[in-house]
């Protein structure tokens, strides 16, 4: 059974029904367990994707179950080792986005202790997983070394393009509140290259690296700057780049507000078109 591409084919065909895809990837975990079992790959690979789909979802409950259920999959199958530290990693991340820092804290020890190899791409996320608790406990400077850290590691493995592009991002995130403004740019403009020079596909990630750097451009009061990542946002959007409505709305909102203080009247006007359609 081919299940990566079963997943793929859940999440193509209800991309914009969390209902429906919800349903689909428990039937498909429900399949797996009675074909293959509970400790082989198959199932750990469902139970792992449902806590990604929960999480994102912000249902921690339902998330943490699933991947509980991955890690304790993995461990029938390998031990505690580098695929159970990288689910761990998964269920920090969770812990992170629920509140549950101490608990975050305490995963992402465990996994880090795990990893056989301190320098490979999956040690790397693990390193911006920390340095995400770091910005949550308000220690910018301490999750700008992880992120650098991290960076290193994947310049180490031949600079990947969406893992350089999101190290690029991390950094740019933790420089922006030391108030390091100018380099933060430099590091988000450097993340956006990734998709400009057609290294990366432009997607939704593209379009949220855009919208930060425009509104950093802004913050700094560099008017010239900012106009140019604002229009990409446009172009994206226009060309029918796929992003969640909510975070569409958001980056249009901070357009709209760019044009009219700047008295961008054929900007205000793409604005408005792109506003109304997404109300269509």
Known sequence: MDVLARVDAAWQAHRTDPIALERALLSLRDEVALSCGTASSEYVTLCNELGSFYRSRGNYQCGEASFSAALAGIEALAGRSDAYATCLD???????????????AAALAEASA??????????AACLNYQGHLCMARRDPTG???????????????GSPAFELSTAF?????????????????RHLDAACDLYRNGSLRH???????????????????????ARAPYGEVLDSLESGVPVNPDDARAALANAASFFSRTADSQGTARVEALRKALTQ
């Open 90 to 104: 998964n269920l920090a991340e969770l812990y992170r986005l629920d509140g549950r820092l101490d608990e975050c």
């Open 114 to 123: 795990l990893f056989s190899d301190a320098h490979s791409l999956e040690y």
């Open 143 to 157: 999750a700008r070394m992880r992120y650098q850290e991290a960076l290193a590691i994947v310049r180490e493995n």
């Open 169 to 185: 991002a991390n950094v740019a995130s933790a420089l922006m509140e030391e108030g390091n403004l100018a380099d933060a740019a």
């Open 203 to 225: 997607g939704p990630h593209y379009v949220s690296l855009l919208n930060s750097l425009a509104t950093l451009y802004d913050r700094m009061g560099d008017v010239a700057a």
